[in-house]
């Protein structure tokens, strides 16, 4: 069964940094285009970025451009979303999610939560 | 991007059916078949129940069903169970190649 495994959320102050990392297993990671999906305390769900399968090609939402960067390593397996100039409104869970765009999302990660706060 | 327009919530008794309408615009639900519904239990996450509108991944139940006129997306639940209580997003892909979620709805068996 597809494994994706989300960490490095916690709480930072607003203006900071966070880098979160998406660990992929049981499947052929460098074949497939992820995303990171955002869901606020009590709210729906965001679309944040997505990825190609190469990195070649990259989208954001306009809520988080300029200020967070998608990126991935498929020789580790991984997924990461660098997150600068953080906000009060960027508090949420954050998944990783296979797939995207066009297709669906098929495999999520439970998530890990970020709370921006002083 | 504006979210996708979803009810709030809707209820049912077990055995009756139920439509959760998700209404976007020609940029993205009215212009595309690349709709799809998620649900999403409590402290979960959300599992994909319908795809392209209108099709179903492997394991889920077929009184999930999907369709789509114009820009307003429809997902029916047939034969409701207890298992069915959950939150339920539509999402769609824009003109803008990004993804828009709708507001989710609050599916109540009563």
């Known amino acids: 069964e597809v494994q994706l495994v989300e960490s490095g959320g916690g709480l930072v102050q607003p203006g900071g940094s966070l880098r979160l990392s998406c660990a992929a297993s049981?499947?052929?990671?460098?074949?497939?285009?992820m995303n990171w999906v955002r869901q606020a305390p009590g709210k729906g769900l965001e679309w944040v970025s997505y990825?190609?399968?190469?990195?070649?090609?990259?989208y954001y939402a306009d809520s988080v451009k300029g200020r967070f960067t998608i990126s991935r390593d498929n020789a580790k397996n991984s997924l990461y979303l660098q997150m600068n100039n953080l906000r009060a409104e960027d508090t949420a869970v954050y998944y990783c999610?296979?797939?995207?765009?066009?297709?669906?999302?098929?495999?999520w990660g439970q998530g890990t939560l970020v709370t921006v706060s002083s | 991007q504006s979210a996708l327009t979803q009810p709030a919530s809707v209820s049912g008794s077990p055995g009756q059916s139920i439509t959760i309408s998700c209404t976007g615009t020609s940029s993205d639900v009215g212009g595309y078949n690349y709709v799809s519904w998620y649900q999403q239990h409590p402290g979960k996450a959300p599992k994909v129940m319908i795809y392209?509108?209108?099709k179903r991944p492997s394991g889920v139940s077929n009184r999930f069903s999907g369709s789509k006129s114009g820009n307003t997306a429809s997902l029916t639940i047939s034969g409701l169970q207890a298992e069915d209580e959950a939150d339920y997003y539509c999402s769609s892909y824009t003109s803008s190649s990004t993804v828009v979620f709708g507001g989710g709805t609050k599916l109540t068996v009563l």
């Open positions: 392209d509108v209108s």
């Open positions: 999610a296979r797939a995207g765009l066009e297709l669906p999302f098929d495999y």
């Open positions: 990825i190609s399968s190469s990195g070649s090609t990259i």
């Open positions: 049981r499947f052929t990671f460098s074949s497939y285009e």
